[in-house]
């Protein structure tokens, strides 16, 4: 087998991987494709590899609730600051150094892993929300913009806001588009998304939404926390690897 052949075999196997652990755990597609990826090509090539199957898997989960309106309508501030900081973040992955990408994408991945393996389930007072919203969804686009990973620290705020499972669901689902399409224009801005690289994203969507077929497939058959919980240890490990490898 040609380099080629074993590169877009690893591309696929990455995204059939990421889609499972979405249909199992509902999230993770864009974490998972970025962990893996990134510790195989730069992460500004892994990201633009992502944008075609993150959107329309993301897309998918905004729009099958039944609260579209009303997530729009309540969290449409940090959803434009999650817009502005991901444009002005992705000069750091646009730059060149990949040993600061590199690194910026394990603190990343270590982040998010050891706080929802760790960390306490936090409440965020209803007054606290009009001008906390627009912060985290500055710093949520800020670390979008320089490593690909969307989900800190939105992830970990929207669940601290006691949101209806529903809501919560096509929040996530609403911030992942929004990082999505921003980060693509981010890319696009500095003349550093190539549209060749867009059909190979497209054929990643493929893998993407078989895995996540299997994921949901076998959700009844495997205990989805502690799938989450070993999932979660293993990107841990490859995190740390990641924030390490630039000191090596």
Known sequence: MDNQALFLSAIAATFVFAGFVKGVTGMGLPTVAMGVLGALISPLAAAGLLIVPSFVTNVWQLVAGPHVGTVLKRFWPMMLAIAVGT???????????????????????VAY???????????VPARMEPWLSPVIGLVTGLVTGGTGVFVIPAVPYL????????????SLGLSFTVSTVALAAGL????????GNLGLSALALVPALIGMWLGQAARNRISPPAFRRWFLVALLVLGTEMLLR???
């Not at 002005?88 to 990343?108: D, H, Q, R, V």
């Not at 892993?113 to 409440?123: D, E, I, K, S, V």
């Open 87 to 109: 444009v002005a973040g992705a000069s750091l992955l646009t730059g060149g150094n990949t040993a600061i990408t590199t690194g910026a994408l394990g603190a990343a991945l």
């Open 113 to 123: 892993a050891g706080y929802t393996l760790f960390a306490r389930q936090l409440r």
């Open 159 to 170: 669940q601290s806001l006691g949101l209806e499972k529903d809501n919560l669901i096509q």
């Open 188 to 195: 696009a801005l500095r003349g550093a998304y190539d549209p």
């Open 246 to 248: 630039p000191l090596l």
